[in-house]
């Protein structure tokens, strides 16, 4: 609907683009059609900060040193998203105790991944706090060509579309199926779904199923602990770690 009526569409996919963006990509725009022309990555300095280490009480201090230790965070994000084919606007949500120094060095860190940047001061100016970002969009959508692909090919197995997944989306090295999976995935194979997509239910807080594994995890596997159908909307769900 929205398509028809407008020029410019933007839409929310969910937090984390190992998680929302993901999702939105091999399942929401496979089933529907769409081919988005450029992905808006938000981030806040905070949330680097804290990945780099810092402690919650802490986070409203500059701290370069921890910012370079956390932006590899958003360097996982940004490489994901470039596996899909489309052009990335980066954005930061700014806060009051964000300093220049902070800004510019992540600002540095985006543009030299060609990524465009932009911050996002709506909640201080309203509307107006928005245009820097807004022209950003604009600028990359007349400069920059989407050639939107998902990440993997319905036709293969269940176990290796989770573990493309889980490999080239979270960094891990492979995954584990649990008694549960394995006995699930049989029911599943057995039914007939075989060739749905996958929506994975993992804890937003780490790249791995892991939520305390901070900045960017290496060296650990994904475990599979279930998987069910919704057959009605037409993926496979699949649980990692103890995730409800």
Same mark, same amino acid.
């Given at each position: /609907?929205?398509?028809?009526?407008?020029?410019?569409?933007?839409?929310?996919? %969910?937090?984390?683009?190992?998680?929302?963006?993901?999702?939105?990509?091999?399942?929401?725009?496979?089933?529907?059609?769409?081919?988005?022309?450029?992905?808006?990555?938000?981030?806040?300095?905070?949330?680097?900060?804290?990945?780099?280490g810092?402690a919650?009480?802490?986070?409203?201090? +500059?701290?370069?040193?921890?910012?370079?230790? %956390? *932006?590899?965070? /958003?360097?996982?994000?940004?490489?994901?998203?470039?596996?899909?084919g489309?052009?990335?606007?980066?954005?930061?949500?700014?806060?009051?105790?964000?300093? +220049?120094?902070?800004?510019?060095?992540i600002?540095?860190?985006?543009?030299e991944? @060609?990524?465009?940047?932009?911050?996002?001061?709506?909640?201080?100016? %309203?509307? +107006?706090?928005?245009?820097?970002?807004?022209?950003?969009?604009?600028?990359?959508?007349?400069?920059?060509?989407?050639?939107f692909?998902?990440?993997?090919? /319905?036709?293969?197995?269940?176990? @290796?579309?989770?573990?493309?997944?889980?490999? @080239? *989306?979270?960094?891990?090295?492979d995954?584990?199926?649990?008694?549960?999976?394995?006995?699930? /995935?049989?029911l599943? +194979?057995?039914?007939?779904? %075989?060739?749905?997509?996958?929506?994975m239910a993992?804890?937003?807080?780490?790249?791995?199923?892991?939520?305390?594994?901070?900045?960017?995890?290496?060296?650990?596997?994904?475990?599979?602990?279930?998987?069910?159908?919704?057959?009605?909307?037409?993926?496979i769900?699949?649980?990692t770690?103890? *995730?409800?």
């Amino acid at each position: /609907l929205s398509l028809k009526l407008a020029d410019y569409v933007v839409t929310e996919a %969910g937090f984390g683009a190992d998680l929302g963006a993901e999702k939105f990509f091999d399942i929401k725009c496979r089933k529907s059609g769409l081919k988005p022309d450029a992905v808006v990555l938000v981030a806040t300095v905070r949330a680097l900060k804290y990945n780099g280490g810092v402690a919650k009480a802490d986070l409203a201090e +500059e701290n370069i040193e921890a910012l370079g230790k %956390g *932006i590899v965070n /958003l360097e996982k994000h940004i490489e994901n998203l470039k596996k899909f084919g489309v052009p990335i606007i980066v954005t930061l949500n700014q806060f009051i105790t964000d300093t +220049e120094a902070e800004l510019d060095y992540i600002r540095k860190f985006c543009e030299e991944r @060609e990524c465009d940047f932009a911050l996002s001061q709506v909640w201080e100016k %309203g509307g +107006e706090g928005g245009l820097e970002l807004a022209n950003a969009v604009l600028n990359t959508l007349e400069t920059k060509e989407s050639h939107f692909k998902p990440l993997y090919d /319905l036709d293969l197995s269940i176990t @290796e579309k989770i573990r493309t997944i889980a490999t @080239e *989306i979270y960094g891990a090295d492979d995954i584990k199926l649990s008694a549960a999976a394995k006995k699930s /995935l049989a029911l599943i +194979e057995a039914q007939g779904f %075989g060739d749905l997509p996958i929506c994975m239910a993992k804890n937003q807080y780490s790249l791995s199923d892991d939520a305390t594994k901070l900045g960017r995890p290496r060296g650990f596997d994904i475990t599979i602990s279930d998987m069910y159908v919704s057959a009605g909307a037409g993926f496979i769900v699949a649980l990692t770690g103890d *995730i409800m």
